[in-house]
Structures are given as structure tokens and as C-alpha cells.
């Protein structure tokens, strides 16, 4: 399928266990990002060669710009979701989900956004041609509180069947056609595989969102978002295009399939902040 993974989230390096060069630059991603997690565009790269270390070196400057901050609440606006009807923290919903696990899900899910959206809106960027028009500036760079440590991200053989078969189906929101949900069973965003600790969320997730998946409203602002972060590229490009290097064919691929695919991260943008607008909303009710 075009424009599909060509890595597996869930077997490519794991940052728990990367040592070196590697484990320097994921802190300096961290960090950089003002990120407590890698996400799997990373720790695939990190699985040929340099590929991890030159890609880094190239687009560490857009992130150090400032200009995806200034741009990430406004992709997020623009396709944002409906919220679910069910209310996480009630009684009568059946999900046994106490203060602190509302707040634990609450910090995977903005981690995941912030670093998912922040890639998304930067990376293309980097693969965007260059255009005319007016410069962007960064706006002054805002506080961030401080990183929160996150419960630990779950490897496959952690997780039990049963909780598995959930996270396949919560991976499946975002996809369009029966052969895409085959493929995605296989292909989990890592995002599902940390919320695994919570089964129940999960499943309320794809119930909660499942109205939305049948009426392609998150396919539509999936490939919305993808235009989006295209349009934004090109607005950063014109205030700083990054020098361009010489990297492999097969990576410049995957950079330009993770900007251009709304079943790649342009899907979790979209149903991570629905997921983070369904929270505080409940938290509110």
C-alpha cells in the first residue's frame, strides 16, 4: 500500500535499551522536544546505520526554531474531533478508572501528541520544496512544566492476549478499508501499546470513537492534517530550509510516507488530541 509503514513500530530499537550514540541523541531528542518519550519515527531510524544521527543533525534546527510550537495548536484546531459522549471518570461507566489513572492516561496522551504533532509539522518541513512567501517567526518560546516521569512503555511479550486483541482494535480508528485494519493489526502506534495498562480505556476509545471511524470523519481530518502539516512546511521552509544532506533513498522515503500518509502519524495527531479534549471534558462534567 502506498504510503504505508515500512517499519514495525513495535520491533524497531528500543529506546529502554539503547546504549550509545543512540541513547545520547534520544536524549537530545527528549530534550530538544521537551519530551519525556521517543516515539517509533526515531527509534526506526535508529535501526540502519548513521540514519538516526544524520537525520537528527539535519532537522535539530527546525525544532530549536521554535516555529513548530508556534504552528502545533493551530493544526490541532483545525482537525479536531467530536468528544465522545461517555463520561471517563462516572461511576455508571463500567471503567474502573480512578484520579490517578485518569491523570497517568492524561500524560501519555499529551506526551504522545506534543512529540506527534511537533514531528509531523517539522519533518515536513525538512522534504517540503521550497515556495515564495512571507517568512514565519517563532512566537517567544513559552514555559513548560515540568516532564512528569510516564509509566513504563509495554514490550509485546508484556502484554497479555487479551489486552493485545484491544490494542489492535483501538489501532484500527483511522483506517478506511478492511485490508488497512488487516495490515494495522500488525503495525500498532505506539501510543495503544502504552495505554495498554488500562484495557478498559482502550476499549472505551474505540467505542467512543468508532461513530467517527464509520463516518470517515477521522480519515477525512487525518488527510486534512497531512495537508495541513504540508502547507506549514512550506511556511517554515521559507524561514529556514535545513541543509540539505545526503541521506539513503530508503530513509528520505520514510520521512516523506510519515508527512504524506493519513494512516501514519497524521491519524494519531487527529485521535490523540480527540482523546486529550475527551479527557478534560469529562474532567469537567
Known amino acids: 500500500m502506498a504510503l504505508d509503514f515500512s517499519y514495525d513500530p513495535v520491533t524497531v530499537t528500543d529506546e529502554a535499551t539503547a546504549t550509545g550514540i543512540t541513547a545520547d541523541i534520544f536524549k537530545d531528542i527528549r530534550q530538544t522536544m521537551n519530551i519525556p518519550v521517543v516515539t517509533s519515527i526515531w527509534r526506526a531510524l535508529a535501526s540502519w546505520d548513521n540514519c538516526l544521527e544524520e537525520t537528527w543533525n539535519a532537522v535539530k534546527p527546525i525544532y530549536l526554531s521554535r516555529l513548530p510550537d508556534t504552528l502545533l495548536p493551530d493544526l490541532f484546531r483545525q482537525t479536531a474531533l467530536s468528544r465522545p459522549n461517555l463520561r471517563l471518570d462516572h461511576p455508571t461507566s463500567g471503567l474502573d478508572l480512578d484520579v490517578q489513572d485518569l491523570q497517568n492516561i492524561k500524560a501519555i496522551v499529551n506526551a504522545y501528541n506534543r512529540s506527534n504533532g511537533l514531528n509531523l509539522i517539522a519533518l515536513a518541513a525538512f522534504v517540503t520544496p521550497l515556495t515564495e512567501g512571507v517568512p514565519l517567526s517563532a512566537k517567544p518560546p513559552s514555559a513548560h512544566p515540568p516532564l512528569s516521569p510516564l509509566k513504563p512503555l509495554l514490550s509485546r511479550d508484556e502484554i497479555d492476549d487479551q489486552t493485545w486483541a484491544l490494542v489492535q482494535q483501538a489501532n484500527s480508528l483511522g483506517t478506511n478499508s478492511f485490508a488497512d485494519q488487516t495490515f494495522y493489526q500488525d503495525h500498532i502506534a505506539t501510543l495503544w501499546r502504552h495505554l495498554a495498562h488500562w484495557p478498559t480505556f482502550l476499549s472505551a476509545v474505540h467505542e467512543g470513537f468508532l461513530p467517527q471511524q464509520k463516518s470517515e470523519k477521522i480519515h477525512s481530518m487525518s488527510l486534512k492534517s497531512t495537508t495541513l502539516a504540508v502547507e506549514m512546511g512550506?511556511?517554515?521552509?521559507?524561514?529556514?530550509?535545513?541543509?540539505?544532506?545526503?541521506?539513503?533513498?530508503?530513509v528520505l522515503e520514510i520521512i516523506h510516507n510519515y508527512v504524506h500518509s493519513p494512516r501514519q502519524v497524521a491519524r494519531m495527531v487527529v485521535i490523540?488530541?480527540?482523546?486529550?479534549?475527551?479527557?478534560?471534558?469529562s474532567k469537567h462534567q
Open 234 to 250: 512550506a511556511q517554515m521552509a521559507r524561514s529556514f530550509k535545513p541543509t540539505e544532506i545526503a541521506l539513503p533513498p530508503k
Open 272 to 281: 490523540g488530541h480527540g482523546i486529550s479534549n475527551w479527557l478534560d471534558h
